[in-house]
């Protein structure tokens, strides 16, 4: 797939890899063999903590969100308890208004800080959000090549 990268972020060089590692038929599996293969490449090349990462991708029935970093840092990762709840809390806000009630929000950063309104997302995890009202979290553990 290498020929079919068109830029050079790290972004799209791990979109291409979990690409080749499975991503369409296990997509938790691929972004593990994905992560696994950075490190294993960063830890030849001498780097101590060769990956930091948070990754959203859909296949358009689920969305599927990593926070994982090789290292102590780690960036954050936040979803919505309830787009319900924030409408209540916000009527003004039209960005919220085209959301159905179990959708979700997965963000890097919360939009407002509002006690309850967000969840962290526990460094090593990733966020499974399906329809229905709830998501769930799974271990996130790279799979060395």
Do not use: K
């Not at 791990?14 to 490190?39: I, N, Q, S, W």
């Not at 709840?85 to 509002?114: G, N, Q």
């Amino acid at each position: 797939l290498y020929p079919l990268i068109d830029g050079s972020t790290d972004s799209e060089v791990m979109f291409f890899l979990a690409l080749t590692f499975g991503l369409d038929d296990d997509p938790l599996g691929a972004l593990e063999r994905m992560a696994g293969f950075v490190e294993a490449a960063g830890h030849r090349h001498g780097s101590e903590h060769p990956l930091q990462m948070t990754v959203g991708l859909s296949d358009g029935e689920q969305v599927i969100a990593v926070r994982y970093a090789s290292g102590p840092e780690v960036n954050t990762l936040f979803v919505s308890t309830s787009v319900h709840d924030l409408r209540l809390l916000l009527p003004a806000e039209e960005r919220f208004r085209h959301f159905s009630d179990e959708a979700r929000v997965v963000v890097s950063e919360p939009l407002i800080d509002l006690p309850g309104l967000w969840y962290e997302i526990p460094p090593s995890t990733a966020l499974i959000v399906r329809d229905g009202p709830d998501s769930e979290d799974v271990p996130f553990v790279p799979c060395p090549p």
